[in-house]
């Protein structure tokens, strides 16, 4: 599973920065604002994805081992 780590945390910092540069970007709309729960939200989101995508690479190579 080593090579899921380093892969996850880089999917994650990337998720991160669009989502903070999504909710920055709502600072120059009228009608709309930052909010950090919506910035939590992303976060919940992305990471329960990656996680679901991590967790179906490493059964396809259990998997793929055993055959």
């Known amino acids: ?4 780590v ?3 945390w880089k999917a994650a910092g990337i998720c991160f920065a669009v989502a903070l540069a999504d909710e920055t970007l709502k600072i120059f709309l009228p009608t709309r604002e930052f909010g950090a729960t919506d910035l939590a939200f992303d976060a919940i989101g992305f990471l329960l994805g990656i996680g679901i995508v991590t967790l179906c690479r490493v059964i396809k190579k259990k998997c793929l081992k055993n055959r």
Not at 1 to 4: E, I, K, L, T
């Open 1 to 4: 599973m080593s090579f899921a």
């Open 6 to 8: 380093p892969k996850f």
